[in-house]
């Protein structure tokens, strides 16, 4: 939450032509409540399955963009589809305090009702989901100080490169 991931995906689907969507924006729209509200109601656990049925029908689409929630990635299936379903390009970097303020002032109903309030709080849902993040990944790219544009071009030559058969790292 606040790294980025809707606002780098939303610009890469522009530039590539193609459908952009959100995993938690669709769940909020289906259900017609937010995902704090939905964290109240039916918990972690219910949201998660929620989730888990979200992933499965959109990595069934073609041709898009989509950005997922943080905790998609404890989820065993939904790491298998994210891999084998599509290109999963993982943004990565330190975890600037920005962050934190960032997401606790644009998101402080999910910041409280997920439990991440704090620092240490964040600094250790990175530590065990930056595992499996790493794992689902056929890209990580280096955003520490890089603007979206930069991130999106990083992205596009990596999968212009990739469409080439010629593997270059990323910047």
Do not use: W
Not at 48 to 60: H, K, V, Y
Not at 117 to 137: C, K, N
Request: charged fraction near 30%; glycine fraction near 10%.
């Amino acid at each position: 939450m606040g790294a980025g991931k809707s606002t780098i995906g939303r610009q890469l689907a522009r530039r590539l032509e193609m459908d952009f969507h959100d995993s938690d924006q669709t769940i909020e729209a289906r259900t017609g409540v937010d995902i704090s509200r939905i964290f109240d109601i039916e918990g972690e656990a219910g949201f998660r399955r929620r989730e888990q049925q979200i992933i499965d029908e959109l990595t069934r689409l073609q041709g898009v963009v989509l950005a997922t929630g943080g905790g998609v990635i404890l989820d065993p299936d939904n790491r298998a589809r994210l891999r084998q379903r599509g290109l999963v390009d993982l943004p990565a970097g330190p975890m600037p305090i920005s962050l934190l303020e960032r997401t606790e002032r644009d998101y402080p109903a999910a910041v409280t009702a997920r439990g991440m309030t704090g620092t240490g709080r964040i600094r250790q849902l990175l530590a065990e989901r930056d595992p499996l993040y790493t794992e689902v990944a056929h890209l990580i790219i280096d955003t520490d100080s890089l603007t979206v544009r930069r991130t999106v071009n990083n992205i596009c030559r990596h999968l212009q490169s990739e469409a080439s058969g010629h593997e270059k790292p990323a910047s």
